[in-house]
């Protein structure tokens, strides 16, 4: 069920500046959702565009047993969605026709003849997955930017790829809208999707990520269980804070901020 992803020495930059060095992973299965995590600028929107094949990655990379380094962009896309930071831009087109719109435009149904009525039942449903059938026929340019980043996300599973990979897709959510689009993605990922997301919320990440994979400066700082990786000393080498770590009654991870992790300078 679902297709695992591998990554082995992996080289992931912009040009002649290499932002991921040498990563190599646990195979990053299919059916549960791995969160990436790390501080601003640790290279986790480089990883995810290298992956989706955006910018040039040198190393091992498959899915299923598909060399993706190999692969026509094409075939790349017919296996992987990406869903970038960037929301839908101010435009006229209704929600209903974005989703198609971005079905359409993909590279992984260039060629393709998809019947327009089928292409917009895929969307209705997508749009009821969401729970958003009620901004349908809104203009994107109305829509607050919590709607819009629902609606990016729309679009990025209109594709219906193996692999989902998202950045931060709950940034701009209300409390419940985040566990509305988590709890939707944990399904997906049950059905057998391989789902990656950029958090930045450790305890979002703790409450519905199976695997965590924590970077600092491009390079792999620790994976596991969040349990595992969630820890005092991480949140103090990572992300520079000195930091709690508790189980809340219900048996979830809850991180508690002290402050600034101390400098450990001369005595
Ligand atoms: N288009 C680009 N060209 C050159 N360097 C870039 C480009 N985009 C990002 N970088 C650099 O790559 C490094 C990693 O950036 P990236 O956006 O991948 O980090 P991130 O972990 O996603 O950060 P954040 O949490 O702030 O979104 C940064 O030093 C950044 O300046």
Known sequence: MGLDLRIGNLRVGYGRRTIIEGLTLEPVR???????????????????????????????LTLGGHDLLKME?????????????SLPQRVTLTVLDALIGAFKASPATQGAVT??????????????????????????AELSGGQRQMVALGQALMLSPQ???????????????????????????????????????????????????????????????????ITPAMLAKVYAISARVENCSRGFLQIAVDGPAPTGGPS
Do not use: Y
């Open 73 to 85: 962009l094409a075939a790349r896309s017919r296996l992987i969605t990406f869903m970038p930071q």
């Open 115 to 140: 019947p327009l009525a089928e292409v917009r039942r895929q969307a209705v449903a997508v749009l009821e997955r969401l729970g958003i059938t009620d901004i349908a026929l809104s203009p994107i």
């Open 30 to 60: 299919a059916g549960g959702i791995t969160a990436l995590v790390g501080p601003n600028a640790a290279g986790k929107s480089t990883l995810l565009r290298g992956l989706a094949g955006l910018i040039p990655a040198q190393g091992s």
């Open 163 to 229: 692999l989902l990979l998202l950045d931060e897709p709950t940034s701009a959510l209300d409390l419940r809208h985040q566990v509305d689009v988590m709890a939707t993605l944990k399904a997906l990922a049950d059905e057998g999707l391989n789902v990656v997301i950029v958090l930045h919320d450790l305890a979002l990440a703790a409450r519905w990520a199976r695997h965590l994979i924590v970077l600092d400066h491009g390079r792999l700082h620790s994976e596991g269980a969040p349990a595992e990786t």
